[in-house]
């Protein structure tokens, strides 16, 4: 019985067996690999994976596919939203299953093509469980891949831009057609390869969070109208330039002014 995609689910099931072998190329995954995919749909990117490594961990959240998978004597389906999943928990989960290799360094490896709606929550749900993390390769939104590695002085940097960037070294791998997908979306899309920084600069992130926030609340106002407000009410005493806008100031700095504030 044909799949119907839930509009409500953010589905677009990727087809084109080109772009497929592509990202796979890319991910190259290795027999026994710690990996995780979240939201493998139809599996047309789970099965290929899967016959390399032998094992595969997936999160569906819709039922009727999620029956599916669990069909595949070599998959292991855990059936909820994305967000509700602990990472740092199924790591160790993954890394006790016999199809695990021995001696890998029990960190996941994640992948997915991930539901337009809900992409952004995904990857600030991931970052708390970063410490687990060997990679990441994410099918997205390629105006999100954008965000995500814009450098300073451009219209795409961004919240998303520092947080991400402050954690992971980011790669735009692959650009993916709308007409790769069933049914096509209305947007273009793109893979980007996220590698966990092995020395990030030390911080406390909720901290950096709220203070990216308030930076770029108001894009076009200089920051002494916005986070000048929010270091005065902290009694900052430290030097830094709130003489310009929040997509001047790059991402060390901001880094830097989170451990000093």
């Known amino acids: 019985m044909k799949h119907i995609a839930r509009k409500r689910f953010g589905q ?19 027999a026994g690999d710690p990996m995780v995919e979240i939201g493998p749909g139809l599996a047309a990117l789970t099965q290929p994976l899967v016959e390399r490594l032998g094992h595969l961990t997936v999160v569906e959240l819709d039922r009727d596919l999620a029956a599916r998978l669990r069909a595949h004597p070599q998959l292991t389906v855990v059936e909820t939203d994305v967000l509700r999943v602990d990472f740092t928990a199924l790591a160790a989960q993954v890394a006790q299953h016999p199809g695990t290799r021995s ?12 539901p337009y709606n809900i992409s952004t929550p995904i990857l600030f749900h991931l970052l708390a469980h ?14 999100v891949i954008d965000r995500m590695v814009a450098t300073p002085s451009t219209a795409a940097y ?14 735009n791998v692959l650009f993916v057609p709308p007409e790769s997908f069933e049914p096509p979306p209305r947007v ?34 200089l920051l002494r109208h916005t986070l000048g407000v ?4 902290r009694q900052f005493a430290g030097e830094f330039n709130l003489q310009r806008r929040a997509e001047e100031v790059p991402v060390e700095e901001f880094v830097a002014l989170a451990q000093k504030a």
């Open 12 to 30: 677009h099931f990727l087809s084109d067996h080109g772009i497929i072998d592509a990202i796979v190329d890319a991910i190259h995954p290795q």
């Open 103 to 114: 001696g890998s360094t029990g960190k996941l490896r994640v992948v997915g093509n991930l």
């Open 130 to 143: 970063v410490d687990v993390i060997e990679d990441q390769h994410f099918m997205l939104q390629k105006e």
């Open 158 to 171: 961004g919240r998303l831009s520092v947080m991400l960037q402050w954690r992971y070294a980011m790669e």
């Open 188 to 221: 273009d899309s793109a893979v980007v390869r996220m590698v966990p920084r092995t020395q990030p600069a030390p911080l406390h992130q909720p901290l950096l969070e709220e203070l990216v926030q308030v930076a770029f609340s108001q894009r076009r106002k």
């Open 230 to 233: 929010w270091l005065t009410q």
